[in-house]
């Protein structure tokens, strides 16, 4: 966008030695109504004030984007000020809490050209104004023709520059990064490079998953860049980098099913402008700020990413207790503290390793909890998370003693991450200090107060009624063991076979595992619904010729069965997406009712699994493992057989149809 077409020298006022925020917003907006930009100047004013309500407007180096969109304006427009003192920093709130504003850019957006033409103006602007040299140039211009001039310049340089870029293919970066950090970050990638390749476009994606960051995009990559595509379910790390570079926020999942869309979306149409800081970038240019739900839901996901490893670990050593204990017939008491003292060396070493295993598990609720509230709110919110977590974990029973105290579980969990996360940010984003004590706030200010918010909110609601809950809970699952067996494992089983490893699937083995944890349910149906889909239909499209006579996946899918049914035996259930992707009213209620189907049959022959582990690496640990084999292999066939009858159903309705047509 030309800067220079939508400005005028009469909306240029240099060196005004105007007092407040106010003075420079009715200013600027009388101006507007002179030349004519604006019909009604109180409606573009309160349009005006209503998005200075949404966020900071000023960013740093002393300037501040003002801007309203409204039915009152009735062409794009620009009016630039500079003042002759700058105004406190309290007096235009910046998201840098020392900015004072005196380079001030009030722009007027149609309501009819909210989308491309508002964006466009936005981003180039504030691409523009992170050019530190011209900053300091339009501070120091005295006439309205030099502002104009410097705001024209890059049009000039873009001229002389175009047969280059037209040579230079356009240059994505992306990031990808799921909760676990397994398939759905690499998939999303692979999806992104296709579709890339299918638009001539380059592109280099980072994947930020469960072996770190690998690919990692270098500091020449991001010179070059036209933009970022962040398809992340968890915050993704080292947003600062892209600084100035356009930038479309979406869920990992998104490019398996919109990958070229994609691309365009971010060439043409983003979301806005990566901002300076991590936090900050969050909110578009847009001033759209991402809705507190959605804040909610990636930072759940977030803390389950964090979380995972140490179940894993824990899980391991437990399991290797209890896989040793069964050689020497003391699987039953390898807990037991006399164990400690047994004259066989093994079976102490084994003893202390199941009691380190129970130990790390402890820690899952402070991890989780720590690394939600700082998805929410950075750095400063870890500490009181952290807390938070211990305190839903319950180790104030433990230090005190009281063997009775049942912690708060995954929901205080929760409860306490989302509070801390959300108090952090709001005392950060308005507590604002002298410079010579900036650095109480993270020291002393924002973990005094939200570690203090966080005890009495644990002692005088957290607790009694979330612990409560889980109280409740037990007595219930003893009272009506059958009955609350049943529904328990239908609603683990659907949740967890629903999107495959997806967001849904991780909040339902949060649950899961905190309950378990708490010891109100077992994992046993939990650990089933991962592997019976993937293994289900990977069956079926190995069976499906010798059942109906004839195959009713195609080729492709037929690919994808194989690496399905292998990576269920593995617990991936990603390997099953393909299917859901492609006939997804098929594929997810079958998935729903064969992961429940055979949940809910061994858990109701008596098998019973504790720990986290699911498929081949946790079948040593499992109790009753008949009960167990018989529910998967009912699952499974159910999932085979159900998907071959109804696509070859379909199949042979489409060729009746065809038939009858001719």
């Known amino acids: 966008m030309d800067m220079t077409l939508i400005t005028d020298p009469s909306l240029i006022f240099l060196h005004q030695d105007w007092q407040s925020k106010e003075e420079v917003l009715d200013h600027l907006i009388n101006a507007f109504a002179s030349e004519g930009v604006v019909n009604d100047k109180a409606v573009y004013k309160q349009a005006v004030l209503d998005r200075e309500k949404i966020s900071e407007t000023g960013f740093e180096n002393g300037f501040a984007i003002p801007h309203g969109k409204s039915e009152a304006v009735t062409k794009p427009a620009v009016a630039i ?10 007096a235009w709130p910046s998201t840098d809490p020392t900015n004072q504003v005196e380079l001030i850019f009030l ?16 981003s180039d602007l504030a691409v523009r104004l992170m050019d530190e040299k011209l900053v300091d140039q339009l501070k120091h211009a005295n006439t309205a023709d030099q502002v104009i001039q410097l705001l024209g310049k890059k049009n000039q340089e873009a001229t002389t520059t175009i047969k280059e870029t037209k040579q230079r293919p356009k240059q994505i970066l992306a990031i990808t990064a799921c909760a676990t950090g397994i398939a759905h970050t690499y998939m999303a990638a692979e999806a992104l490079q296709k579709a890339a390749a299918a638009k001539g476009v380059q592109i280099h994606v980072e994947k930020q998953g469960a072996n770190g960051i690998e690919d990692g995009i270098t500091p020449e990559m991001l010179k070059d860049a036209d933009g970022v595509i962040f398809a992340t379910d968890i915050a993704a790390k080292g947003k600062e980098r892209f600084k100035g570079i356009p930038f479309v926020q979406t869920k990992v999942a998104e490019p398996l099913k919109h990958g070229e869309a994609m691309i365009d979306q971010v060439l043409n149409h983003p979301d806005g402008v990566v901002q300076g800081e991590a936090a900050a970038s969050e909110v578009a240019t847009t001033g759209k700020k991402q809705s507190w739900q959605s804040t909610l839901m990636q930072s759940v996901m977030t803390g389950i990413s964090y979380m995972i490893p140490i179940l894993v670990a824990a899980g391991v050593m437990i399991g290797l207790s209890q896989i040793g204990a069964s050689f020497f017939g003391l699987n039953k008491v390898i807990g037991d503290p006399k164990m400690a003292t047994n004259a ?3 079976i102490v070493l084994l003893y202390y390793m199941g009691q380190c295993g129970n130990m790390a598990m402890k820690f899952m609720y402070p991890i989780f909890t720590a690394f939600m509230a700082y998805s929410i709110a950075d750095r400063p919110a870890i500490a009181p998370g952290f807390v938070g977590g211990a305190f839903a974990a319950g180790f104030q029973f433990i230090l005190l003693g009281n063997a009775k105290g049942i912690p708060s579980g995954f929901f205080g969990a929760l409860f306490l991450g989302a509070l801390v996360g959300f108090l952090v940010k709001y005392m950060n984003e308005h507590i604002h200090l002298n410079k010579n004590f900036s650095a109480m706030k993270p020291m002393l200010i924002l973990p005094g107060v939200s570690i203090l918010v966080v005890f009495l909110a644990n002692f005088f609601i957290v607790d009694p009624v979330f612990g409560g809950l889980n109280a409740w809970l037990q007595q219930m699952v003893l009272t009506y063991k059958d009955s609350s067996e049943v529904l328990l494992s239908s609603i683990i089983a659907c949740l967890t076979a629903f999107d495959l490893g997806g967001p849904v699937n991780k909040a339902a083995g949060a649950v899961a595992i905190g309950m378990a944890a708490d010891k ?6 939990r650990v089933l619904s991962i592997v019976i889909p993937p293994i289900g239909i990977g069956l079926a499209t190995l069976i499906d010729k010798y059942v109906v006579g004839r195959h009713v996946f195609d080729e492709d899918l037929r690919v994808s069965g194989k690496t399905s049914l292998l990576l269920g035996f593995l617990a991936i259930g990603e390997g099953a997406i393909p299917f859901a992707l492609a006939n997804p009213l098929i594929t997810i209620p079958i998935n729903m009712l064969g992961a429940t189907l055979g949940s809910v049959t061994a858990v109701l022959l008596g098998a019973v699994q504790w720990y986290p582990l699911p498929a081949v690496w946790g079948w040593p640990l499992v109790q009753n493992f008949p009960a167990y084999a018989v529910g998967i292999l009912v699952g499974v066939l159910f999932i085979a057989l159900t998907n071959i009858f109804i696509r070859f159903h379909i199949i042979r309705k489409k060729e009746k149809t065809t038939t009858a047509v001719k």
């Open 520 to 525: 109100v349910f077992p994992l046993t149906p």
């Open 107 to 122: 722009l007027a957006i149609p309501e009819s050209q909210k989308g491309d033409a508002y964006l466009k103006i936005l």
């Open 81 to 90: 000020v500079t003042l002759k003192k700058p105004l406190a920093s309290a």
């Open 344 to 346: 066989n060396q093994m």
